[in-house]
Structures are given as structure tokens and as C-alpha cells.
């Protein structure tokens, strides 16, 4: 194991609920009611994406509506325990890393600005960058590249149905973030490897070096 590229949302920050309670409030702007378990069902898509995919009236000025909410729930941002370590000991230990998010980079660096993680990873592949984005294989592809990793010795690491995808369809092996999964039955088993903490990914990145 050379590489490890990361999502973001779910995996190194814990944002679910910033996100889905801005998209619930931007909803009821609207007058339409949806319940928490409604919007989680689109949490880890490109957030356009995701209001299409709920027949969302007007998606693009919808987009502009739920990114505006975003900092009224912001006390709900924070990095998962253990992530910085990792980080750290990764990168003091030569591995390459890097990030593939559905964030676009103005929403990455909006996100992150508190959190002073960014400093470990080498290269980043925000939405928009690619023709198609997760669970196309497009960004995963993309990062590897701009990375000149093996994909033989690289892995990806997320939280969702779509990364795993993502992953698979790049052809380099999927570590689910355990730490941020509701659910882990909806993977059917499929994820190559299963990662509690931050502090188990670390130390199996270690040993197969």
C-alpha cells in the first residue's frame, strides 16, 4: 500500500447533519416538508445531483439556496476522532495521499477552513473536474493520475455506497470508513476492507507497506 485517497464528508469530517438539516430548512423555505431519514438518502452526492435526484422544483437555484444555509448549521461541523493522527503518521510515513470529494473547492475550502488537515494530502479532485463524478470512476482516476500512483497499491477510503463504486469502477481496492457509516449492511460485504477507527486504517496501511 502506496497510496490511500479519501473522500471527505463522512469519512475525515463528520458533516451529515450540517448538510441535511440546511437541506431540510432550504425545503421548508419552500413549503415542502421532508424528514431527516428523506434527504439523507442523496447525503454523499454532488449536492446538484442529490436535488435532482429527489425531484427537487428548480435544482439549480435550490443548489444556491442549501449552500447559503450551510453556515447557519455549522456548530455541526467536526473532524472524527482520530483523523488528524492518522494523517499525520501517514504522511510522516512517505505515504501519498490524496482526496476525491464531491465537494466542489469552493465548498472544500469553506468546509475545512477550521480544520488544518488540508497540509497532508498532495493532490485534490473537487466536482466539476471530470466528465462524470462518483460512482463514475472518473475523479478516482483522475487522482491516481495526477498522483502517478499504481493502482495496484493504492486504496480509496469512504463512507458511501458511491465511493465504494467509485472505487471499483476505477479497479483499485475500497476501505470502508467504519467510523462513518450508519449502515453497514448496505455494502453487502463488498467493501474489500473494514476499518472501525482511524488508528485501524493506520496500522494496516503500516503493515502492508
Do not use: C
Amino acid at each position: 500500500m502506496k497510496t490511500i485517497i479519501f473522500d471527505v464528508d463522512g469519512t475525515l469530517l463528520s458533516t451529515e447533519a450540517m448538510y441535511m438539516q440546511s437541506l431540510i430548512q432550504t425545503f421548508k423555505d419552500r413549503g415542502i416538508e421532508k424528514s431527516y431519514e428523506e434527504v439523507y438518502k442523496v447525503f454523499g452526492l454532488p449536492s446538484l445531483d442529490g436535488l435532482i435526484k429527489m425531484d427537487a422544483p428548480e435544482p439549480e437555484k435550490m443548489q444556491l439556496e442549501w449552500q447559503s444555509h450551510y453556515e447557519d448549521f455549522w456548530h455541526e461541523v467536526k473532524v472524527f476522532s482520530g483523523v488528524d493522527e492518522m494523517l499525520a503518521k501517514l504522511k510522516a510515513n512517505k505515504f501519498i495521499l490524496g482526496i476525491v470529494t464531491s465537494n466542489t473547492k469552493e465548498e472544500f475550502t469553506s468546509n475545512t477552513s477550521q480544520f488544518d488537515f488540508a497540509k497532508y494530502f498532495d493532490r485534490f479532485v473537487f466536482a466539476g473536474e471530470t466528465p462524470k463524478m462518483k460512482p463514475a470512476p472518473d475523479p478516482i482516476l483522475k487522482s491516481l493520475s495526477d498522483l502517478h500512483a499504481d493502482p495496484q497499491s493504492a486504496m480509496y477510503v469512504g463512507d458511501s455506497i458511491h465511493d465504494m463504486q467509485a472505487a471499483h469502477n476505477a479497479g483499485i481496492k475500497f476501505g470502508m470508513a467504519a467510523w462513518g457509516v450508519r449502515d453497514q449492511m448496505i455494502f453487502n460485504n463488498q467493501a474489500d476492507y473494514v476499518f472501525k477507527t482511524p488508528k485501524e486504517l493506520f496500522e494496516f496501511a503500516i503493515s502492508n507497506k
